[in-house]
């Protein structure tokens, strides 16, 4: 019962105000513009894992290291990240990145910094913000790189100037949605 309530005040909320915000994850109604993601949402995406790889930031039981990062060496020395990528983030990526919504994006390199980056040394070593490109094709028809709007919030944030020059895209490569990492790193 309690759904269904929620569900059909969600539609009188939309049939009456069409711009009102929504969460990304679950699609219900926002009746505030503080925040981007419902309570319930935020709750389960920034769950805080206990232990996470020193490298890049995944959840691991114990010890300093994900398994993945163990075998493969990669060219970095540390990362974090907001949040797992699973069936509650997904969504969020894809309003970000399809569904023009900057300002999520903005307020996600913000919280970057103010939940994750100020509470720990990850930048005290970081000169320079060097946002992943898009290809220029990729970029005409986007509108904007998602990535550099995060990049520009955090240095925003963090005082650590940005570059988006410095890295260029030069092959325009497929989608890479629903494809594993093997498959990511060769269309690269």
Do not use: W
Not at 40 to 61: D, E, H, L, Y
Not at 174 to 184: E, F, M, V, W, Y
């Amino acid at each position: 019962m309690k759904t269904l309530f929620r569900r059909l005040s969600n539609k009188f909320l939309i049939a009456f105000y069409p711009s009102c915000p929504y969460c990304p994850s679950c699609g219900r109604v926002l009746l505030d513009d503080k925040h981007v993601i419902c309570d319930s949402c935020a709750k389960i995406i920034f769950a805080r894992q206990k232990c996470t790889c020193k490298i890049c930031g995944r959840a691991i039981k114990g010890g300093d290291v994900c398994n993945i990062c163990y075998e493969n060496k990669y060219t970095y020395d540390k990362g974090v990240s907001l949040f797992v990528y699973d069936r509650h983030t997904a969504p969020i990526i894809y309003s970000i990145k399809y569904g023009n919504n900057i300002e999520l994006a903005q307020r996600l390199g913000s919280l970057l910094y103010y939940d994750i980056c100020r509470k720990s040394d990850i930048l005290s070593e970081t000169d320079i913000i060097l946002p992943v490109p898009l290809h220029k094709d990729r970029l005409k028809i986007r509108g904007y790189n998602q990535a550099e709007i995060i990049a520009a919030a955090l240095s925003e944030e963090s005082g650590i100037r940005i570059n988006s020059s410095v890295l260029i895209k030069t092959k325009a490569t497929a989608d890479q949605i629903g494809l594993k990492k093997t498959q990511r790193e060769q269309k690269l």
